[in-house]
């Protein structure tokens, strides 16, 4: 079975500021990760994915998240937020199969502060 | 444009009711999911649905019901067995595992 762990449950940033949410997965197969976000009060978007190829994804917002097999992570980043971006952060993983559940981890918490 | 409705936005209802919270996506998507969110909580699975007419328990699933009669329709029944049914209810759904999932606004339900 897939595991998702995220080690900050909260992480507070200036504006403009750098900022990484890490991420951690367990899985004995291959596995499609994901990181979407949620506004408050509102339902999950998704930010990025990572099927295969490129190790480092782009997605919307200016985030990016790079793969790391071997340490089995799929760290997000962001070189700048924005007050806009204040939000939970959630980490996925679903197996290689043609369809599959997808299995979220707790989310992290990010507050920028101005 | 395709999406995930989930209606109403807010609701309310005395302890001992039972309540129905509606989810209609027009994504032609297969597979449906119900979550429930608390404060500063993760996710947890309810209730899924992969094939009309067919659907599984989730971690939480007890004091909820679903049903699916039809691929667009996949509404969640909290029941008065529900301990405590207060809290942000989230709708999905999703086709292959290449996309991921597609989410809803959510229904935040409180009772009284």
């Known amino acids: 079975a897939q595991s998702v762990t995220q080690l900050d449950s909260q992480v507070p940033v200036f504006e403009e500021a750098p900022v990484e949410l890490r991420c951690n997965y367990s899985?004995?197969?291959?596995?499609?990760l994901f990181w979407y976000v949620q506004y408050p009060n509102q339902g999950l978007q998704l930010l990025l994915k990572?099927?295969?190829?490129?190790?480092l994804v782009k997605g919307i917002n200016g985030f990016e998240a790079e793969f790391n097999k071997s340490q089995t992570s799929f760290h997000l980043r962001k070189p700048s937020v924005h007050i806009s971006d204040t939000a939970e952060y959630f980490c996925?993983?679903?197996?290689?199969?043609?369809?599959?559940?997808?299995?979220f981890g707790p989310g992290t918490s990010l507050s920028v502060i101005p | 444009d395709g999406g995930i409705t989930q209606s109403p936005k807010y609701l309310f209802r005395k302890e001992g009711q039972n309540v129905t919270l509606s989810c209609e996506q027009n994504?032609?998507?297969?597979?449906m999911y119900w979550y429930r969110q608390d404060p500063g909580q993760g996710l947890r699975l309810i209730y899924y649905?992969?094939?009309?007419?067919?659907?599984q328990k989730g971690d939480i699933a007890e004091g909820y019901s679903v049903s699916r009669e039809k691929k667009e329709s996949f509404p969640l029944t909290v029941t008065s067995a529900q301990k405590n049914p207060t809290a942000f209810y989230l709708c999905?759904?999703?086709?292959?595992?290449?996309?991921?999932?597609?989410f809803g606004s959510g229904t935040r339900l409180t009772v009284v």
């Open positions: 999905a759904s999703g086709t292959d595992s290449i996309y991921g999932y597609t």
């Open positions: 899985s004995s197969v291959s596995v499609y």
């Open positions: 994504l032609n998507h297969d597979a």
């Open positions: 996925a993983v679903t197996k290689k199969t043609s369809y599959d559940k997808v299995i």
């Open positions: 990572y099927l295969s190829g490129s190790t």
């Open positions: 649905s992969q094939i009309v007419n067919d659907f």
